[in-house]
């Protein structure tokens, strides 16, 4: 690698101070990260596509403001490389969504959440590799083949957004965004080991995003610290009169980081503790970020979550149910990929999403056809949204009692590639995750380290009351500061991209 410093490893502070102090250009910033992209993607596969254009079009624009004197003015991102998920739309590149159905597809618009942070003064440098539409938990389900973890390329980096993680954890990017929709930012942050978050549902602009499930999909942040991923949130979250589900947020993320835990009540389920899967390695992590919180100063509190244990079969009805619904668009006619030589439509709208869709996705679409077909939606669907309804009291419940909850993101640490191959296993990946999204407070994993039995990165999950988003960042950014910020994944530190 040439000489310059890895922009990606470094944190969006220390990238401000080294503009205004001229030790460097955003330029070099954007020439610097593709550069390193280009050696390092090889292997990873974290980015479907880099955008040289739009890159130093940004960059440009950032030097142009600290030569006059206006840094200040440029946005809680200013010069940081950043990077989106293939399901986010940015004018003039591919949103694939991992499919071959959208391999074609050019955006002509972009979404408000890629703005966002493009206004916020970062750099953008691609789009990252995920699950097919963001169906699965390992990223093995991309038409495009797999995204490696950097920590160790045999293994997956989770999913769905799991080259959100990868390009984090290797140091490729500053700050990356991905969208959970039962646990697709916090597991794969946990496999990768980067702090990475799921807002409360509203908090960020679904407009651009290309829907899962339209009711639990939220957008986030991956990062490397906590503070990193407060600035993020600052820059994405808010209203958008694009998105009638998106809120009004006035927080500023960042203002609480440095208080500490002290008078702050931390809710432990110990359901999850105990439950089946749950690997010795992570619980015990879990135990001793517990451990950590306490001797900071936080009051710990047993909470009780009844119904949560139901949250994994009312998602594989209402997530399918959402998705059969969302990808009905993808007909070749309005989207997507259209086999050739049909005469009848019927044969061309069969043929193409048969040839468009994996089978992931092909399974989720038949799964909500079935579910929402006569006669079966009201066994399924109804008692699933009534279970929603259940879960989300039983947080509210917890709430009146805990300012934050700490549990496990994954049960278990990352896996080899092919290692999970049956659908129902995978679909346990989301065990800790899911019942967050049902009830649509927000979730977010940090990264404490490695497991004792496996020596893999091991996240843990802080979650928060529906808009006190700024209660786990204060949580994580005390543990942070026993933890230390995520690690560059070894192969990738002090420069290296992984030769
Ligand atoms: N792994 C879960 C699934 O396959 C969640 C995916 C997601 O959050 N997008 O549906």
Redesign the pocket.
């Known amino acids: 690698m040439a000489a310059s410093p890895a922009f990606g490893t470094m944190g969006a502070r220390v990238i401000r101070a080294g503009l205004a102090a001229k030790e460097f250009s955003a330029r070099e910033i954007a020439e610097s990260s593709l550069a390193r992209i280009d050696v390092a993607n090889k292997d990873l596969h974290a980015f479907l596509e880099t955008t040289e254009q739009l890159a130093l079009e940004q960059a440009a624009k950032v030097d142009a403001a600290v030569a006059a004197g206006e840094l200040d003015a440029c946005g809680p991102l200013a010069g940081v490389p950043v990077a989106f998920k293939d399901n986010m739309n940015l004018e003039g590149t591919h949103t694939t969504c991992s499919s071959k159905m959208l391999e074609n597809y050019v955006s002509p618009f972009t979404a408000t959440c890629v703005a966002r942070t493009i206004e916020a003064g970062g750099i953008p440098l691609g789009k990252l590799n995920m699950d097919e539409f963001?169906?699965?938990?390992s990223t093995e389900t991309s038409a495009f083949g797999p995204t490696k973890n950097p920590w160790d390329l045999s293994r997956v980096p989770g999913?769905?957004s799991g080259g959100s993680a990868a390009a984090v954890a290797a140091g490729l990017a500053t700050v990356t965004l991905g969208?959970?929709?039962?646990?697709?930012i916090r597991q794969p942050g946990s496999f990768c080991g980067t702090v990475a978050v799921k807002p409360t549902y509203g908090v960020v602009s679904r407009y651009g995003v290309v829907a899962?499930g339209s009711s639990l999909d939220q957008v986030g942040p991956f990062t490397r610290s906590v503070e990193d991923a407060a600035l993020a949130m600052n820059a994405i979250a808010g209203r958008d009169v694009l998105d009638c589900t998106s809120q009004n947020v006035d927080t500023d993320f960042t203002a609480n980081l440095a208080e500490g835990v002290r008078g702050m009540r931390i809710g432990v389920v110990p359901a999850f503790m105990e439950a089946q899967g749950l690997t010795p390695e992570v619980k015990a992590k879990v135990e001793e970020a517990a451990e950590h919180l306490r001797a900071l100063g936080a009051e710990l509190v047993e909470v009780d979550l009844p119904n949560a244990q139901a949250a994994m079969s009312a998602y594989y009805v209402l997530?399918p149910c959402e998705a059969f619904s969302n990808l009905a668009r993808f007909d070749s006619v309005r989207y997507g990929y259209c086999d050739p030589g049909h005469k009848d439509l019927g044969s061309q709208y069969e043929a193409s999403r048969a040839a468009g869709f994996g089978p992931e996705t092909r399974r989720r679409v038949m799964l909500g056809s079935y579910l929402l077909s006569a006669g079966v939606y009201d066994k399924y669907y109804y008692p699933a949204q009534q279970v929603r309804t259940l879960i989300t009291q039983d947080y509210a419940r917890a709430y009146e009692q805990v300012d934050c909850i700490l549990a496990p993101v994954s049960p278990r640490t990352s896996f080899r590639f092919g290692e999970v191959s049956d659908p129902t296993d995978m679909?346990l990946?989301?065990m800790f995750t899911i019942s967050i999204n049902i009830a649509g407070n927000g979730g977010m994993s940090l990264p404490v380290g490695l497991g004792a039995d496996t020596h893999l990165p091991v996240g843990v999950q802080l979650i928060s009351p529906a808009f006190k988003d700024e209660n786990m960042l204060r949580a994580a950014a005390a543990l942070e500061t026993v933890y230390g910020p995520a690690p560059i994944a070894p192969a990738y530190a002090d420069g290296k991209a992984g030769e």
């Open positions: 963001a169906f699965g938990s999913g769905s969208s959970d929709t039962g646990g697709s899962f997530g679909y990946s989301d």
